[in-house]
């Protein structure tokens, strides 16, 4: 059988997504296991070229993984006919730029989300993609999550009866800087300014798992918190910190179900994982975890009665049983590449175009809204 080969540009993997997730574990683990195998046997191999700003940091990098091409300049590459999809994981504020020029380019683009950090520009961007018919994409890792992988099969399974509420408990302590311990994400998501915040960051996330997993998400309600003003930098600098750092949002969904998710960076994790999800439904409940997940049938639902008097005579934990990892999940990042680079040289169904990062980013700023103004929002339809 033949091998095809793809060129693709990739920006922004000098970061902490486009470096682990999307360099390492998933287009150089594709390239390690001998690319992918398309419908008539012939095999994908991918040829990256990793374009950065910092010539020494680029070629450092490139020579590490013995990445054979790799630029400073954007716009040679994406004038190179060599190469067919463009890659962006840098900075949320330069991505419906760089992808627009990558369109227009004929470049087919994959991205991180969120797409953009204004509605006006990530409709655009997905008409734009639309119109000049190329193959787009938008990543949505939640939900290759193996917790959530098993959250869906339970739902088809029927193991739910009906849903009634989705409770998500999303973060965990993001050090300040301080006291000689370094900050765990990059100083740039605490500052308005540079397209931080937790609302805009997470609630493109919450879109896609809640509209793909339990029901379109119809209205919105969100108190958003900026609870540490002051963090320090990783140059060592305080930094006013004005950006949201935690939201408390709750969702009308389709069919009558209520979500509420919490997300924050400035909770210590006392909970199964770093991010849970509870799903009752009529006929079951579920937890799931970033891969574990627990459920309790209505039949094995123990008989809790109030008495402030008495200690607790239930071991709660104790009722609920494992559901078993019987199919091994690959990275979810990488199976979502593979997903992705299936459509661009197979033409196999693909559901996360950049019509799907606008609904993320139409969340995300109806939740800053609702804060604003302290009420209620619907969500309506974008018309893509
Ligand atoms: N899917 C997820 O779960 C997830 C998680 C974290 C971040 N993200 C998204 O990934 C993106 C990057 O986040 P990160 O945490 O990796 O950030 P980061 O700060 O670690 O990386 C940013 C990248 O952009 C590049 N960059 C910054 N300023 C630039 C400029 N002016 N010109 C050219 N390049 C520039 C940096 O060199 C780096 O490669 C963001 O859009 C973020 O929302 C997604």
């Known amino acids: 059988m033949a091998e095809r080969r793809l060129g693709l540009i990739m920006h922004g993997v000098t970061g902490r997504m486009g470096y682990n997730q999307h360099l390492v574990r998933s287009v150089l683990a594709i390239r390690e296991q001998g690319g992918i195998v398309l419908a008539n046997g012939d095999r994908l191999l991918l040829d990256p070229i990793l374009v950065g700003r910092d010539r020494e940091k680029i070629q450092r990098l490139a020579d590490r993984h013995g990445i054979a091409r790799w630029t400073t300049d954007l716009d040679a590459a994406?004038?190179?006919?060599?190469?067919?999809?463009?890659?962006?994981?840098?900075t949320t504020q330069m991505r419906a730029e760089l992808l627009s020029r990558a369109?227009?380019?004929?470049?087919?683009?994959?991205?991180?989300?969120?797409?953009?950090?204004?509605?006006?520009?990530?409709?655009?961007?997905?008409?734009?993609?639309k119109s000049a018919g190329i193959r787009h994409g938008v990543v949505q890792d939640k939900l290759f999550l193996p917790g959530l992988l098993k959250i869906r099969m339970l739902k088809d399974a029927g193991f739910f009866g009906r849903i009634l509420s989705v409770r998500g408990e999303f973060g965990y302590w993001v050090f300040e800087g301080d006291w000689g311990q370094p900050a765990q994400r990059p100083s740039w998501n605490y500052r308005k300014a540079d397209g931080g915040g937790i609302i805009l960051d997470m609630l493109c996330h919450w879109r896609y798992v809640l509209d793909n997993l339990f029901?379109?998400?119809?209205?919105?309600?969100?108190?958003?918190?900026?609870?540490?003003?002051?963090?320090?930098?990783?140059?060592g600098r305080t930094y006013t910190a004005d950006a949201?750092?935690?939201?408390?949002?709750?969702?009308e969904l389709e069919g009558g179900i209520v979500a509420h998710i919490n997300s924050s960076w400035d909770v210590r994790v006392r909970r199964d994982d770093l991010?849970?999800?509870?799903?009752?439904?009529?006929?079951?409940?579920?937890?799931?975890?970033?891969?574990?997940?627990?459920?309790?049938?209505?039949?094995?639902?123990?008989?809790?009665?109030?008495n402030p008097d008495?200690?607790?005579?239930?071991?709660?934990?104790?009722?609920?049983?494992?559901?078993?990892?019987?199919v091994p999940a690959d990275?979810?990042?990488?199976?979502?590449?593979?997903?992705?680079?299936?459509?661009?040289?197979?033409?196999?169904?693909?559901?996360?175009?950049?019509?799907?990062?606008?609904k993320g980013v139409q969340l995300a700023m109806l939740g800053l809204q609702s804060w604003k103004e302290r009420r209620w929002l619907d969500v309506p339809a974008l018309g893509i």
């Open 78 to 90: 994406l004038a190179s006919p060599d190469d067919q999809l463009f890659f962006d994981a840098g």
């Open 103 to 129: 369109i227009d380019a004929g470049k087919h683009v994959y991205c991180e989300k969120p797409v953009s950090d204004d509605l006006d520009s990530a409709v655009a961007l997905a008409k734009k993609a």
């Open 215 to 235: 029901g379109e998400v119809k209205a919105v309600s969100c108190l958003g918190a900026t609870h540490i003003p002051s963090r320090v930098d990783e140059h």
């Open 244 to 251: 949201d750092d935690a939201a408390y949002a709750t969702f």
């Open 275 to 306: 991010v849970t999800f509870q799903v009752d439904g009529t006929h079951g409940s579920a937890v799931a975890g970033l891969h574990k997940c627990f459920t309790q049938h209505r039949v094995n639902t123990p008989k809790p009665v109030w």
């Open 310 to 326: 008495q200690p607790q005579t239930i071991e709660f934990f104790d009722n609920w049983e494992e559901v078993p990892g019987n």
């Open 331 to 358: 990275n979810g990042f990488k199976a979502q590449w593979e997903m992705f680079l299936r459509h661009v040289a197979d033409d196999a169904p693909w559901p996360y175009g950049l019509e799907q990062g606008a």
